[in-house]
Nanobody, 111 residues
Framework: QLQACGGGLVQPGGSLRLSCSAS????????LGWYRQAPGKQRELVAS???????NYADFVKGRFTISRDNAKNTVYLQMNSLKPEDTAVYYC???????WGQGTEVTVSS
């Protein structure tokens, strides 16, 4: 139902854009979120966006990451700038209020 992509290997200070697309209309009227899970750590919320388009960010990504959504394309994005090694993780998208999670896309920040 959810297909996430855009991860990869990037040097510190670099940028990546993640996207998560849904089949059907599961985004409709629901908030969306991006989570991440680093090796040996719990999954944590990175950013979320309401059905109306209002974003919210974890303190550790404020000013560096931007979440957005395109309801016509059933897609949510996460623009990640000024990446740090500690951003290395598998990133997951989620549709709040449903059972739907994306399969994860791996981001590695390393020189």
């Amino acid at each position: 139902q959810l297909q996430a992509c855009g991860g990869g290997l990037v040097q510190p200070g670099g940028s990546l854009r993640l996207s998560c697309s849904a089949s059907g209309s599961i985004f409709s009227g629901n908030g969306l979120g991006w989570y991440r899970q680093a090796p040996g750590k719990q999954r944590e919320l990175v950013a979320s966006i309401t059905s109306g388009g209002s974003p919210n960010y974890a303190d550790f990504v404020k000013g560096r990451f931007t979440i957005s959504r395109d309801n016509a394309k059933n897609t949510v994005y996460l623009q990640m700038n000024s990446l740090k090694p500690e951003d290395t993780a598998v990133y997951y998208c989620r549709v709040f209020g449903t059972i739907y999670w994306g399969q994860g896309t791996e981001v590695t920040v390393s020189s």
